[in-house]
């Protein structure tokens, strides 16, 4: 399974964004999706998840602020981002855990997004 993300760059703060991230199979059979972020010099952190019947957490510093879906019939997952702060700034990546078909089940990771808030 191939996960590719897109939407990320440079936005001012208080702006917005929408990430993409588009996989090659069906998301249908995944279990879980999620954003995370990844700042220099710290460690990779959960942003949001949501489930395959659409439940979803977010991290507490994100909450009100930014907002997670998913397109079954796209296969696409989304994190929008509204009134961005510097502190958002990271390198975001989508991940999919595939539950089935058996050759599939495993955990998925894109590439990375560069998202920049400026102050």
């Known amino acids: 399974v191939q996960l590719v993300e897109s939407g990320g760059g440079l936005v001012q703060a208080r702006g917005s964004l929408r990430l993409s991230c588009a996989a090659s199979?069906?998301?249908?059979?995944?279990?879980?999706m999620g954003w995370y972020r990844q700042a220099p010099g710290k460690q990779r952190e959960l942003v949001a998840s949501?489930?395959?019947?659409?439940?979803?957490t977010y991290a507490e510093s994100v909450k009100g602020r930014f907002t997670i879906s998913r397109d079954d019939a796209r296969n696409t997952l989304y994190l929008r981002m509204n009134n961005l702060k510097p502190e958002d700034t990271a390198v975001y990546y989508c991940?999919?855990?595939?539950?089935?078909?058996?050759?599939?089940?495993?955990?998925?990771w894109g590439q990375g997004t560069q998202v920049t808030v400026s102050s």
């Open positions: 199979r069906s998301i249908i059979n995944t279990n879980v």
């Open positions: 949501i489930s395959s019947g659409a439940s979803v």
């Open positions: 991940n999919a855990q595939y539950d089935r078909p058996f050759s599939l089940k495993g955990d998925y």
